[in-house]
C-alpha cells in the first residue's frame, strides 16, 4: 500500500444560487476589484492508504459521490498525489 493525498474541490452548478460568492463578490468591487465571475468551493484534503493511484482516486470520488457533495447541486473534481 502506497500512502496517498486525494484533493477533493465541491462547488454549486453553474446556475445555482451562490450568495457566499455573491457576497464576496460584491465585496471586492468596492475594494476596486473588477471580476468577471467568482464561484465559493470546499477544498478536502483525505490522506489514505491505497494500491495505486487509481485506486485511490476511485475511493475518493466515492466519498464526494456519497458525503461530501450533492450531485443534484454540485460538481466536484478529484486530484490524487502521492505522500
Request: proline share 2%; no cysteine.
Amino acid at each position: 500500500m502506497t500512502a496517498y493525498t486525494a484533493v477533493v474541490t465541491v462547488r454549486l452548478k453553474r446556475g445555482v444560487l451562490d450568495p457566499e460568492a455573491e457576497t464576496t463578490a460584491r465585496a471586492l468591487e468596492r475594494l476596486g476589484f473588477e471580476l468577471e465571475e467568482l464561484r465559493a468551493a470546499d477544498r478536502f484534503e483525505v490522506d489514505l492508504d491505497a494500491a495505486s493511484e487509481d485506486a485511490a482516486a476511485e475511493r475518493a470520488d466515492a466519498m464526494a459521490e456519497r458525503l461530501l457533495a450533492n450531485p443534484t447541486i454540485h460538481d466536484y473534481t478529484v486530484e490524487v498525489e502521492s505522500r
